[in-house]
């Protein structure tokens, strides 16, 4: 099946001033960013990777342009909505980690479903289901002290990926952590993305991680110089996943499979494995934004639906033509 548009940028600039001064981190960008796609941008120190990635999850405001979630103009939303917006629909990860300290490993993970109102004994439940499915069941009651950074890392993707985000931002999620943790980090994350058809954005200055993404997108001083799609290590013939680091061999994914070692042969729902499909019990998010084409749902598309709260979720072939520009 075609895959649609989820994430469209049009003519994004942002420029910074500070003082008399101005630097213009993002030079009228135009994206698209595809349902399911695992997307890397790359560039140096100062080229505008963070600036973008904070633009695309509505962290901050663009300059000009805008910029689109499925239907919402994000670019539009005031912080509440946009607080409401991420709450259910986006996921982070952050390079420090960013777990609460004073709260376990089960907790931090357990936090987003606390948002979407899950009562405490489901929502510790998915916690460890989770917890397990990054290899890290027996850590669930440690604090983030308790824990080594990769370990902490691997608790930031199980809670970005627990609520069942539509797309996953991380900047630098590999920042602080050694080689082989990061083979490791990177391997758990586009498991998660890949199996769940999740669209991940991760933002780095490692040429090398370029190879897990499907697209790899380079800035240079805030313009894209280089955009392309290729096939990921992990898809491609041979590749074998390295074994989880604090997994003992008889855990160890079957080098058989050439996915990666997240979580993989079990094809069982995912509600079962962790992450939600939350709806059917609390009617409050949607699970899927549908996925129709443009030209089937014409009506939908023009004058799409809003919610109760004002977003519309359908993924868009086509911007609406009244895009508002700030
Ligand atoms: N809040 C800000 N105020 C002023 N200038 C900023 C601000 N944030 C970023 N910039 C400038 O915008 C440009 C792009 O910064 P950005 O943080 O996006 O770079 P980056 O590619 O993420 O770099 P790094 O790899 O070092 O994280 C830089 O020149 C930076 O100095
Ligand atoms: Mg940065």
């Known amino acids: ?51 973008l990635l904070n633009q695309l999850a509505g962290l901050e ?19 509440n909505q946009l607080a409401t917006f991420r709450q259910r629909y986006l996921g982070f990860v952050f390079q420090s980690y960013n777990l609460l300290p004073t709260m376990t490993a089960m907790e931090n ?9 899950y009562p405490k004994s489901k929502r510790n439940k998915i916690a460890m289901k989770m917890l397990e499915n990054v290899g890290l069941k027996k850590r669930a009651r440690h604090k983030p002290t308790e824990m080594s950074g990769g370990q902490q890392q691997r608790v ?41 058809n999740e669209t991940l954005i991760i933002v780095t200055h490692d040429p090398e991680l370029a190879d897990y993404a499907d697209r790899v997108i380079t800035l240079i ?25 604090s997994e003992t061999k008889k855990e160890a994914p079957s080098e058989k499979t050439n996915s990666p070692s997240l979580p993989q042969e079990n094809s069982a729902p995912r509600q079962e494995e962790g992450a939600l499909p939350l709806e059917e019990e609390t009617g409050k998010i949607p699970a899927e934004i549908p996925v129709e084409s443009f030209s089937e749902t014409q009506d939908a598309a023009e004058n799409p639906k809003p919610q109760e709260d004002g977003f519309c979720f359908e993924i868009q072939e086509e911007i609406p033509s009244d895009h508002v520009e700030i």
Do not use: W
């Not at 894209?224 to 799609?229: E, F, M, S």
């Open 109 to 117: 993970v357990a936090l987003p479903l606390e948002f979407k109102g």
């Open 61 to 79: 405001k663009p300059t000009k342009g805008c910029v689109y979630i499925g239907k919402t103009n994000i670019s539009t939303l005031n912080e």
């Open 1 to 51: 099946m075609e895959k649609k548009s989820i994430i469209r940028c049009e003519n994004l600039r942002k420029i910074y001033r500070i003082g008399d001064e101005k630097v213009v981190a993002l030079n009228n960008i135009n994206l698209d960013i595809l349902q399911g796609q695992i997307c890397c941008i790359v560039g140096t120190s100062g080229s505008g990777k963070s600036t």
């Open 221 to 245: 001083d805030g313009n894209i110089t280089n955009d392309y799609t290729h096939v990921p290590i992990f898809e491609r013939e041979g590749y074998v996943p390295v074994p989880r680091l």
């Open 156 to 196: 930031g993707i199980a809670r970005a990926f627990v609520s069942n985000p539509k797309v996953i931002f991380a900047d630098e999620p590999t920042g602080n952590l050694d080689t082989k943790t990061t083979i490791d980090v990177m391997q758990t994350m586009v498991g998660f993305a890949r199996k769940y």
